[in-house]
């Protein structure tokens, strides 16, 4: 898939709206939340309406903007990349974790979501890493079940893990209540797999 070049504006309103993908946003919160300028911003964001990036609903007198998640995983998963970079900025523990992690599993189809007060920043030297570890299939789950504690035993930080199929976690979001597939959606830092993630998604939001 080609992805046109974006601004950094347009990166930025692309992060944020992906960081509250339930959400949708006034342009002018959009640019306090990314402390850019309005006018920048109103126009970058109108550019990403008019590429399908992002859903702009006119309510008068405002217009409402969200991410659009049908048919862009490819350009969501990098964003997503951007944002595991930032946050790996600040907890080089967590990603040599991640990489040690994604090191001892071989299925291709693996995604990695990490969520929880680790992602919030409100971790206490006692939290345990919240991870959320989407397979193809059942037959995975003794790989991924070794690796874990593997990583565990030399760890400074403990993993609390949560293994689902693709298809479990599929019906966990259709059932559009609070439950560890959303909680791990609205907290999250994806490291690994976020493409096959957002296709996921595509089919509940």
Known sequence: MYLKPLTKTSVEVLAFLSSRIRERFTVRQIAEAIGKDYKITYIMTMRLAEQHYVIAEKKRPVTYCRLNIKGNSSLLAYIESLRADRFFEKHKDI??????????????????????????????????????LMIPAHSFEKEVGAAVGSVQRISPISIHETVLTHSEFLELLKQKKPNVAWEAIDNRIVPYGAEMLFKTLAEVL
């Open 95 to 132: 990603e040599m974790l991640v990489n040690d992690l994604t090191s001892k599993i071989s299925s291709p189809f693996l995604t990695i979501v990490l969520f929880g007060s680790h992602v919030k920043d409100k971790a206490s030297p006692r939290s345990d890493l919240d991870v959320l």
